[in-house]
DNA sequence: CTGTCTTCTGACAGTAACTCTCAAATTCAA
DNA sequence: TTGAATTTGAGAGTTACTGTCAGAAGACAG
């Protein structure tokens, strides 16, 4: 999962799309930009879940939502980010920072995950679902996805030289934070792939302890 | 690093270009295939060197290499596969393949890894370096390479099933595949990014090290 | 309410990475 | 050497994306 851009550089709110709607008084100008992002992303998750991401072309999601094409492209860089981009990821971060320095690593990582994930389950369930799956089947969406996770690790480790006083871009700390990032997402993956149904927190001390003992060896 | 695929279904090899041309008697016709190969590559990353990857067009490419487009796609279906295809997957996995199977995981992964390692270094150091380059650089072979990566967990899954008996899709064992290879290939990175002076034995030493002494806590 | 200033939008032209098709050239096998 | 199989180049088409520009629409001062 990672950050949403707003097609406004001047007011950039990191809160939710349906935050920023309720929050008080936008000008007419914001709102009108908040419902065309949302009418165009509303169209193209239509039209994936119909006719497949690949086979659904821009054109066709602007004529959908009532735009011209180019309006799509000020509003999404690239047709991925339709399905990248979300308010996950300041969650996280946010909800990691708010942990005490002195705990072990995987515990802060997994309280951070999952207290945002399932705000945003509560919302929107199956969209999130449907993400997971195009994440699973479509290999550009997998790509950008996966490249986004890289970065996310270089912020988190700024985060955790921070706390631990290792250097951010030493081995040791970048090659944990890897192997961090990389265990989270093959879990929420395998809890997606299996309907969402599991408790993700049991399925991540599962997942965590079982890389330990392999590693302790 | 990812597999190299061939143009040809039916005759396909593991081995490295350089070992087919020397290799006895091929035919004129799979003797003139392999040489627009590397033609095609040799003048691509002669442009990549000069003008950056991006800058460069396929049709640049091809005009270079005295071939047309099309048939600069006959022999690598994207642009990318020019930087992404290797032959050093197959020898990995090979060489993990014969390890003794009670061994822990990570000293079988750290000498399946620096054996063929060292060999293509031996042989293309530069190219090699220069693979590293675009691959940190250039958002879009990032991207391929790390799904070639999760591809290659898939495989190491199956491979790590047979030897502990775990089943090859369950949590536990795609948790610590993904690990070791986040580690892995950032420690290579990490490498490369210093000039691929140090040890990389040691290296990965230090890497599998820390993420254990973390992960123990 | 009006005029002005800023921002947003749509139309259009262009580029680059592919895909498909077909005919000509080349290699192979008998 | 002839016929079959394969490889090649040419060309037309699709799609994602970029850049430019004029006109429409919200914001704001007076």
Redesign the pocket.
């Known amino acids: 999962m990672t950050s949403g851009n707003t097609?406004?550089p001047?007011r950039t709110t990191a809160g939710s799309e349906l935050e920023e709607l309720l929050a008080a008084p936008l000008?007419?100008?914001?709102r009108?930009?908040l419902k065309?992002r949302r009418a165009i992303r509303s169209a193209a998750f239509g039209l994936f879940r119909t006719q497949g991401y690949?086979a659904?072309?821009?054109?066709q999601i602007?004529a959908a939502a009532?735009?011209?094409?180019?309006?799509f492209?000020?509003?999404f860089?690239?047709?991925?980010d339709l399905v990248i981009s979300d308010d996950y990821d300041p969650l996280m971060e946010s909800g990691l920072r708010a942990r005490p320095v002195g705990e072990p690593l995987v515990t802060s990582v997994r309280e951070a995950m999952i207290g945002p994930l399932r705000q945003i389950l509560a919302a929107e369930r199956d969209e999130v679902l449907l993400r997971m799956q195009l994440y699973r089947d479509v290999p550009a969406i997998r790509a950008r996805a996966l490249v986004e996770m890289q970065r996310n690790s270089a912020v988190m480790c700024e985060l955790m030289a921070e706390r631990t006083g290792l250097p951010a871009t030493g081995l040791e700390l970048r090659a944990l934070v890897a192997a961090v990032m990389a265990v989270s997402s093959e879990t929420v993956q395998f809890w997606a792939e299996h309907g969402g149904e599991a408790d993700l927190a049991d399925l991540l001390a599962d997942a965590f302890g079982a890389v330990a003992r392999s590693f302790a060896q």
């Open positions: 097609p406004t001047t000008g007419l100008r914001e009108k930009k065309t690949e659904t072309t821009v054109d602007a009532e735009v011209s094409p180019s309006t492209f000020r509003y860089p690239t047709k991925e």
